[in-house]
Structure formats: structure tokens, C-alpha cells
């Protein structure tokens, strides 16, 4: 493990430590939706990982076993305990390597559950607040081009009058703009662009979103229902949404290592699009067209 120094910055293997010790979201509310996702999106990769590297320990029980008891002193190999234990631990090991040899599917599974949830809370909390952040600003830009056609007024009007002109046009302009729900629905980009078209963070018509990325991001919101509500077994409504699956009706969901990291880096680098959007381009924008790549490594 490195250790943390004034000269060199945080690492990942530091970071993922401290986050393990002591969620981030522990300190903050739901205010915070940007870290939130990035400490949900971190949190379940990194047990997913701790899951695989506890199956590879698993799969020399055997072998651990024998050296215990060989360190305490239980040599004899027809000794009862000793046989026990490592038949014990020859029954983890077997364990182990059907789980491997099934690409985690399991473990892959519940991990793009989390993402996609972790997704949803970014845009569901994200939208109402860019909403009061683009009315506010739009309120003061109005009262802005009022003093400046009208310079000496300012000194002329009363701060209460001015604080109740502001809540006027609030009102004026939360009618133009009009309700909305925040909650992502449907499959697919769409899903979350529906929401984000209200507050103006849709994808730009110069940037939209490739087709191969809203095919990904459409089948793993599909499986998400799938495994979520119909205990893995694909229906008409999933393959309807998602015609694209390479399942039959009632098929069994199996998400695969090369699932995993398709849909993974598909969920990473649409979340970091939103954020950039949301940033004005403050944060590096993700590379749509190579979104593909955009997994974590070793996943």
C-alpha cells in the first residue's frame, strides 16, 4: 500500500482505501448529487473487484489449508481434523472456480444495477436545482437589462420592491418554463434526456449521442428491469425496448465479463457527460466516440 506524501498526490489504491474505511457520502447530503455519483459508481466497482480477488484467493483453499495445518503441527494426513478441514476446503475452491468460470455474472449483474441507479439519483437530484439555477440567473439578467436602459432607477427603488420585482419574475418565468418530472423513464439516453431537455442539458446538436452508446445504455437499462423485477428472466417488454438483446423471451440474464465492461463503460461515460454538460466544459469531456474504452482497468 503507497503511503500519502506533501510531494505526490492522492492515488487510486488511496483513494479506494480511504472511501472503503469511511464512505464520502457519509459526510455530505443529497445536495452533493455530482459526488454522490461518483462515490456510488466508485463504491460498486470496488466491491465487484474485492469479490473477484476473493474468488482467486478461494481457489487455493486447498493448499492454504494444508500449510495450517502443517504449521500447527497436524502433519499426520489421516488425521480427522486435518481430512475434514481440507475437504472443507476443497469444497470452496470448487466453489470458487464454477463461480469464475461463470464470468461472475452474478457479481456483474448487481454492480450495473447499482450504476444505473447511481445515475438515475445524478440526473433526478441534478435537474431541479440546474432548473432554480437557470431561472435565477435568467431573473437577474432581466433586472441587469432593466437598469441599464434605466441607470438611475436603481437608486430610486426600494430593496424590498426590488427583492419583490425578483420573486415576480421568478414566478413569471417558472410558468414559461412549466413543471416537470424529474424521474428518468424509458430505456436509452432518452431515458435521462427527456429530464435534462427541461433545464437545457440536453446533448448539443453538434455532440449527440452515437448510436452504438444509446444501444448499450438502452439494452443494460432493459436487463436492470429484467434483473430487478423479474428475477432475470427476460420478457416481451424488455425485448421491446431493447430489440437489440441477444435473448429469446424467458431466456435467464447472463452478464458476462465482456457484458460488464460494454455496459460499464457505457454507463461511465454517459454519467461523465452529463457532468460536463452541467459544468460548461469545466471538467474534461469524455471521448463519446471511443466510449467503449471508458472502463475502469483490470475490471
Partial sequence: MSELSEDRGETLVDRQLANARRD??????REAAVADW???????????????????????????EERRHDAI?????DDPRRRAAIEVARERAELARAEQGNQHVEHNAMTLI??????????????????????GHQVEMFLIRALEEQPDALELIDPNALDAIRVATKQVLDEKFGSFDPTPRGAGAKRWEEVLKHVGLEAPSESPIP?????????????RHVLAHRAGRVDERALKQAPSLRYADGDLVRVSHADYLAYSAALWTYG??????LSRNLVPAPSLANWRTNYTLNA
Fill in 73 to 77: 503441527g497436524q502433519t499426520e494426513q
Fill in 272 to 277: 461523465q457527460e452529463v457532468i460536463r454538460r
Fill in 38 to 64: 461518483w462515490a456510488a459508481m466508485g463504491a460498486a466497482e470496488r466491491v465487484r473487484t474485492l469479490a473477484d480477488w476473493g474468488l482467486r484467493e478461494l481457489l487455493d483453499s486447498e493448499a492454504h
Fill in 114 to 135: 447499482a450504476m444505473v441507479g447511481a445515475l438515475d439519483a445524478l440526473v433526478q437530484e441534478l435537474t431541479p436545482r440546474a432548473r432554480e439555477m437557470l431561472v
Fill in 24 to 29: 464520502p457520502r457519509l459526510d455530505h447530503g
Fill in 211 to 223: 448510436p452504438d452508446l444509446d444501444q448499450a445504455l438502452t439494452e443494460v437499462v432493459a436487463l
